[in-house]
């Protein structure tokens, strides 16, 4: 009797842990909102096709137009001018920007031009009694020669006996001689074939300059050209004297220059071919990093758009009815940032930014303050 009492109590009390778990249950309130459905707001742009000008950016450094390297065919102790022999130097056209001593060699220059001398001296009797009709003439030419300076050029001969008489005392012979020295003379000295500047200075004054040793670079500064890489498929477009803008790399300020040279070979390696534009400014320095855009050609019945609304496989997102949708277009020409596509069709609603989450079917709201025409041009 007693089991069957505690049983039946053991019974009971799982009924009642039972029913009162189920009445606690019920008797909870939830207090979480149901979930609302989220509408993401897009950008939007109604198409208009129209002409899109292909601008084909490029970089590069600057050069000096006119540069010269200066190499010594002499040697020789570097002399000082009037002016420092240091990189930053200004010159002007004709002014010596170097000068090796030479007195040692114009000694011997001098020795050569006196022996020329005596020898036009020595002929002068035999001309008088063998060619009088041509005794006036060198005889003019004896009495300007001058032996501080440069040795003027011989009379005309016109005859053959006055060509074989001159040459056979060995006058054309010494003549020669001495303008050859003449001429290696004025390598000791290096004079400034424009305005410009020094960029390079590799000797001092005081040092042995040797035969074949570079000196120095000097270039001018009145006309500087970059260089830059232009993909071939341009290449037929690009035009000699064709207008390009030029901005630095701070965007700050801008110049205008010219197509001077196109390469006429292609590079093998990077497909590309060499333009050169030509640029005239004070401001500007050798080395200047600067931006080029090029006018390749227009493309018509075409729009720009952000590169990143362009998908991977060639499609771009519309609206329709707020819903999201895609469609195929036709890229025709990328920069970093932009893309020109075609086969839209006038009036299409596109997205104007990229939309993180974005696929076909998704509910959206147009914001209307910013929805805009986005045109060819």
Request: no cysteine; net charge positive.
């Amino acid at each position: 009797m007693r089991k069957i009492i505690l049983s039946l109590l053991g019974l009971l009390l799982l009924v009642g842990a039972y029913f009162g778990m189920k009445k606690i249950i019920a008797s909870k309130k939830n207090f979480r909102p149901p979930a609302e459905k989220v509408v993401k707001t897009v950008f939007t742009k109604v198409v208009t096709n129209g002409t899109v000008p292909i601008v084909v950016p490029a970089n590069g450094n600057l050069m000096a137009k006119r540069r010269v390297e200066l190499y010594s065919e002499v040697q020789g102790v570097f002399r000082g001018g009037s002016k420092l022999f240091k990189a930053g130097q200004k010159y002007r056209k004709g002014e010596t920007i170097i000068r090796i001593d030479a007195s040692e060699y114009a000694a011997s220059v001098q020795s050569a031009k006196s022996n020329l001398y005596n020898e036009l001296t020595s002929i002068m009797p035999d001309l008088r009694l063998d060619y009088p009709d041509i005794f006036p003439k060198w005889e003019a030419y004896i009495t300007g020669f001058d032996l501080s300076k440069s040795t003027p050029e011989l009379p005309e001969m016109i005859s053959e006996k006055e060509k074989f008489f001159i040459s056979g005392r060995g006058i054309l012979t010494s003549y020669y001689n001495v303008k050859n020295l003449e001429q290696r003379l004025s390598k000791y000295k290096i004079t400034a074939p424009y305005n410009g500047i020094l960029t390079e200075a590799l000797v001092t004054e005081g040092t042995l300059v040797r035969s074949g040793q570079k000196l120095g670079e000097f270039i001018n500064t009145e006309v500087y050209e970059l260089q830059v890489a232009v993909s071939k498929t341009f290449s037929d477009l690009l035009k000699i004297g064709e207008k390009v803008t030029l901005a630095n790399l701070d965007k700050t300020k801008t110049y205008t220059g010219k197509v001077a040279r196109i390469n006429g070979r292609i590079d093998q390696a990077s497909q590309t071919i060499t333009a050169f534009i030509e640029v005239a400014d004070n401001t500007l320095r050798e080395g200047m990093y600067l931006e080029a855009n090029l006018d390749a050609k227009e493309e018509t019945n075409a729009i720009e758009i952000d590169r990143g609304l362009l998908l991977e496989n060639n499609q771009i997102f519309v609206v329709r009815d707020s819903i999201l949708d895609l469609i195929d277009v036709k890229p025709v020409y990328f920069t970093d940032k932009k893309v020109v596509v075609k086969e839209i069709p006038d009036g299409t609603i596109i997205m104007a930014k990229p939309l993180i989450g974005a696929y076909t079917g998704m509910a959206v709201k147009i914001y209307k303050d910013n929805q805009a025409n986005v045109q060819g041009s």
